[in-house]
């Protein structure tokens, strides 16, 4: 449960994509969103991989709090990015909803080849 009493879970990071998407033009003074849309993409995309990286490191140490902890960065920056590019996160939600139920193997199999 949170502060508030209503019960934790996946919608907050509705609320974040909400709150980040607020962020897109205003003063980069104002906060460490907009100071990274002002910086571009390829400075989104650089945070999202230390982050990426920094999660991987954590999972190695197996200490489950920083895991969580740099977890939560992840998925900021990943919310970041998508804003920045114009995603949506129901157009993700659609996409992993299309693929449930689905065998990990057999939806790479048929994705197209490159």
């Given at each position: 449960?949170?502060?508030?009493?209503?019960?934790?879970?996946?919608?907050?990071?509705?609320?974040?994509?909400?709150?980040?998407?607020?962020?897109?033009?205003?003063?980069?003074?104002?906060?460490?969103?907009?100071?990274?849309?002002?910086r571009g993409r390829p400075k989104i995309a650089q945070k999202l991989g230390?982050?990426?990286?920094?999660?991987?490191?954590?999972?190695?140490?197996?200490?489950?709090?920083?895991?969580?902890?740099?977890?939560?960065?992840?998925?900021?920056?990943?919310?970041?990015?998508?804003?920045?590019?114009?995603?949506?996160?129901?157009?993700?939600?659609?996409?992993?909803?299309?693929?449930?139920?689905?065998?990990?193997?057999?939806e790479k199999a048929a994705r197209p080849t490159e």
């Amino acid at each position: 449960m949170s502060g508030g009493g209503s019960p934790i879970d996946a919608r907050v990071l509705d609320r974040l994509a909400a709150v980040i998407r607020s962020r897109q033009g205003a003063d980069p003074a104002s906060s460490y969103t907009a100071k990274l849309f002002a910086r571009g993409r390829p400075k989104i995309a650089q945070k999202l991989g230390e982050e990426a990286v920094e999660t991987v490191i954590e999972a190695l140490r197996d200490d489950p709090g920083k895991i969580a902890s740099e977890s939560a960065d992840l998925l900021y920056h990943l919310l970041v990015l998508w804003a920045d590019a114009g995603v949506e996160p129901e157009a993700v939600w659609a996409v992993l909803e299309a693929r449930e139920g689905t065998s990990g193997i057999a939806e790479k199999a048929a994705r197209p080849t490159e």
